[in-house]
């Protein structure tokens, strides 16, 4: 089955820099690609998403980049803010219902 | 607006007793719906999924339950809880499209002792 690996584990950077947070994926079939934060002791919302049919896709200050052919995608920050500050899971979806997420990132904004 | 509840916000539990979490969507009628199971620190794994009421399929056997009884509710139970179910529980929805973000419910927090 799927296999989402979150490359980053924690990730500090100085409020105002650009982050970046990198997965890979197995399965050739998977195609939505969703980003969700998560804050302290608190529940999952959505960020972003990226569809297969497209490699590059920003929200604001927010890009996804997908490479299919490295089945890998990353999530990319500018100008970081101290409420960027949470744990960021990547997924994968390698059908219409089912989502496999990676291991999260905590991304902590330095003042 | 469409909202999500959870219940209950919190559990502590006995190794061997019955469970029992409900989860509440209002203002979105035929919404796909999953349960998901978070261990301390840990990454989100997706337990159930049901399309339309009636119908559940399980992703992962973790010796728990789901049933769909109405439109808009979502159960997960267990006869008998193990230390390891331990964890948050969150409820999510989507649209009844393909491909679309999930929106997740404020979580149960179950304690098993």
């Known amino acids: 089955g799927e296999k989402v690996e979150q490359h980053e584990s924690t990730l500090s950077v100085r409020e105002g820099d650009s982050a970046v947070i990198n997965c890979t994926y197995t399965d050739t079939a998977s195609s939505y690609f969703p980003w969700y934060k998560q804050e302290a002791g608190k529940s999952l919302h959505f960020v972003i998403d990226?569809?297969?049919?497209?490699d590059r896709k920003q929200s604001q200050r927010l890009t996804v980049l997908l490479d299919k052919k490295a089945k890998r995608f990353s999530l990319h920050i500018t100008a970081t803010q101290p409420e960027d500050s949470a744990i960021y899971f990547c997924a994968a979806s390698p059908n219409t219902n089912k989502v496999v997420f990676g291991t999260g990132t905590r991304l902590q904004v330095l003042p | 607006a469409q909202t999500i509840h959870q219940w209950p916000v919190a559990e502590i539990k006995a190794v061997g007793s019955p469970l029992s979490l409900g989860c509440t969507i209002k203002?979105?009628?035929?919404?796909?719906l999953y349960w998901y199971w978070q261990a301390t620190g840990g990454t989100l794994q997706q337990l159930f999924y049901?399309?339309?009421?009636?119908?559940v399929e399980s992703v992962v056997q973790l010796n728990l339950s789901a049933s769909r009884p109405k439109d808009d509710q979502f159960i997960l139970s267990t006869e008998k809880l193990l230390l390891s179910h331990s964890g948050f529980y969150l409820c999510?929805?989507?649209?009844?499209?393909?491909?679309?973000?999930?929106?997740f419910g404020p979580g149960t927090r179950l304690t098993v002792l």
């Open positions: 049901s399309i339309t009421v009636g119908q």
């Open positions: 999510a929805w989507s649209p009844d499209w393909v491909y679309a973000e999930q929106f």
């Open positions: 990226i569809r297969s049919n497209v």
């Open positions: 203002g979105k009628s035929s919404p796909n």
